[in-house]
């Protein structure tokens, strides 16, 4: 088993920065892409930004410029520097990981999720 877990969340004005941590533990073999999606009250979940293994990024066209994502494969944890924050990114952000265990059987993990909020 593989747990996911975020930290780094809160309350945020506009315009100002909050870095998120994302720590995977458990029976890792590999871990291949990492990444943030965010779900906002009334809204689907959607994706924010991702990286693999070789560090090759993506990002939602609406953090673009304004967040960066980059991940410690030493430490199995993956980042969200997130700069210039505005009300519109208020969500709950939850980490993901496509990982293949030490059984060589690979699948999706999903952190808990971690609260941000920005007020303007």
């Known amino acids: 088993q593989v747990q996911l877990v975020e930290s780094g969340g809160g309350l945020v004005q506009a315009g100002g920065s909050l870095r998120l941590s994302c720590v995977a533990s458990?029976?890792?073999?590999?871990?291949?892409?990492m990444g943030w999606y965010r779900q906002a009250p009334g809204k689907q979940r959607e994706l924010v930004a991702t990286?693999?293994?070789?560090?090759?990024?993506n990002y939602a066209d609406s953090v673009k410029g304004r967040f960066t994502i980059s991940r410690d494969n030493a430490l199995n944890t993956v980042y969200l520097q997130m700069n210039s924050l505005k009300p519109e990114d208020t969500a709950v952000y939850h980490c993901?990981?496509?990982?293949?265990?030490?059984?060589?059987?690979?699948?999706?993990?999903w952190g808990r999720g971690t609260q941000v909020t920005v007020s303007s």
């Open positions: 993901n990981a496509d990982v293949t265990s030490a059984s060589y059987y690979s699948r999706d993990y």
């Open positions: 458990g029976s890792i073999y590999r871990i291949n892409a």
């Open positions: 990286v693999t293994s070789g560090g090759r990024t």
